[in-house]
T-cell receptor
């Protein structure tokens, strides 16, 4: 079945450092890809998405490019802030069923220090 | 506009007890779903609904029941709680259509002793 693999955390960075969180996927069809963020004590929020190969999703300085040839969707940000500390989930959805069944990775915790 | 609300925020049960986790949304979304979040496993889909009166099983449905009598509400019932159901539960909703965003509630942390 479909699956998502994320790098294990925590990822610990200083403010203004460059961030990369790796995500690779396995899917039989042509899924849409998502990054969700979970701040402490809150539910998940959609951060960005890409619906087809070579699409780049971007939001709040974060970006990720749908790479079909490497089955990857790595999350990047050029300069992280303390407020970016959260857990980040990569997810895919095979839309063939019509209902957006999301398959999540295990999540990567990001800790940013001043 | 409150979005997706869940009650309670925290709950402790004894093995064998039953309870209902409440979920409501005020966005007139057609689709609603329940996920559980466990350490090292991400979120897994329990049940979902594509409209009032229509529900279906997700990846891990055993031990849980759902019903959807109104568009707004989608309660999750634990009939006989087990320690394996200790988890954080998230409800989500989205409009019908392929690319619309899913909105998640704040979660319910359940401990079964």
């Amino acid at each position: 079945g479909d699956s998502v693999t994320q790098m294990e955390g925590p990822v610990t960075l200083s403010e203004e450092a460059f961030l990369t969180i790796n995500c690779t996927y396995t899917a039989t069809g042509y899924p849409s890809l998502f990054w969700y963020v979970q701040y402490p004590g809150e539910g998940l929020q959609l951060l960005l998405k890409a619906t087809k190969a070579d699409d780049k999703g971007s939001n709040k300085g974060f970006e990720a490019t749908y790479r079909k040839e490497t089955t990857s969707f790595h999350l990047e940000k050029g300069s992280v802030q303390v407020s970016d500390s959260a857990v980040y989930f990569c997810a895919l959805s095979d839309l063939g069923t019509g209902f957006q069944k999301l398959v999540f990775g295990t999540g990567t915790r990001l800790l940013v220090s001043p | 506009n409150a979005g997706v609300t869940q009650t309670p925020k925290f709950q402790v049960l004894k093995t064998g007890q039953s309870m209902t986790l409440q979920c409501a949304q005020d966005m007139n979304h057609e689709y609603m779903s329940w996920y559980r979040q466990d350490p090292g496993m991400g979120l897994r889909l329990i049940h979902y609904s594509v409209g009032a009166g229509i529900t279906d099983q997700g990846e891990v449905p055993n031990g849980y029941n759902v019903s959807r009598s109104t568009t707004e509400d989608f309660p999750l019932r634990l009939l006989s709680a087990a320690p394996s159901q200790t988890s954080v539960y998230f409800c989500a909703s989205k409009m019908g259509g392929t690319y619309n965003e899913q909105f998640f509630g704040p979660g319910t942390r359940l401990t079964v002793l």
